[in-house]
């Protein structure tokens, strides 16, 4: 089946330590997303890419970027970490920016920073 | 840039039907409207998606009236496995920066 994969699900990493999310998909959609939810809010959007594109929503800290090589994979780095920045993190994709084109989401990564 | 509202939270009872409506008074012309379920530690699932009158798919039913202000999510005879947080999400041709969630609406199921 076409989908959006995560990788890892579970991620854990010392305050001030870089880390690295990754997210895969097979479904060939031109627009990668990245979400953060913390706990009991909705999700929201950090940056996204059309094709190599890339997007940053305005308030996203520069803490957070974002790499994407190819169609299938885009990567989220957090440079320093902080205990604030401790979330689920999602990744979705579409076919294109239009509003009747759907998102798919993989199903997260929960950061833990200690 | 539509805002949406939605109710916080609604209770149920299996086998009922459930109506979610979402308030989008500046809907733009070009904005559709997408309904989400998120369940806990999972990704949002797209359930519907409308742009006028109404919509229906295998899990559910989308209300739009004429003026677009407003969209009601219609969850026939729910079970508990429907209890999750439901996002109304309006957003237009072109501009991802519109892909933001509104608070979403828990919804809970009870036997």
């Known amino acids: 089946d076409a989908m959006v994969i995560q990788n890892p699900r579970y991620q854990v990493t010392q305050f001030g330590k870089p880390v690295t999310l990754s997210c895969s998909q097979t479904?060939?959609?031109?627009?990668m997303y990245w979400y953060q939810q913390k706990s009991s809010q909705a999700p929201k959007l950090l940056f996204h890419?059309?094709?190599?594109?890339?997007?940053n929503e305005a308030d996203t800290p520069d803490n957070f970027q974002s790499r994407r090589p190819n169609t299938s994979f885009c990567f989220l780095d957090i440079r320093s970490p902080g205990l604030g920045d401790a979330a689920m993190y999602l990744c979705?994709?579409?076919?294109?920016?239009?509003?009747?084109?759907?998102?798919?989401f993989g199903n997260g990564t929960r950061l833990t920073v200690t | 840039l539509a805002k949406t509202t939605q109710p916080i939270s609604m209770d149920s009872y299996e086998g009922q039907e459930v109506n979610i409506t979402c308030s989008h008074n500046?809907?733009?012309?070009?904005?559709?409207i997408t309904w989400y379920q998120q369940f806990p530690s999972q990704g949002p699932r797209f359930i519907i998606q409308?742009?006028?009158t109404k919509v229906t798919n295998e899990v559910a039913s989308l209300f739009i009236p004429a003026d677009r202000k407003s969209s009601t999510l219609s969850l026939p005879r729910v079970s508990l496995s429907d209890t999750a947080v439901y996002y109304c999400?309006?957003?237009?041709?072109?501009?991802?920066?519109?892909?933001?969630f509104g608070s979403g609406t828990q919804l809970t199921v009870l036997p």
């Open positions: 979705a994709t579409s076919s294109r920016t239009g509003g009747d084109s759907p998102l798919h």
């Open positions: 479904l060939n959609h031109n627009v």
């Open positions: 890419y059309y094709d190599k594109d890339f997007n």
């Open positions: 500046n809907i733009a012309t070009n904005d559709y």
């Open positions: 409308g742009y006028k």
């Open positions: 999400l309006v957003f237009s041709a072109g501009s991802a920066r519109q892909l933001t």
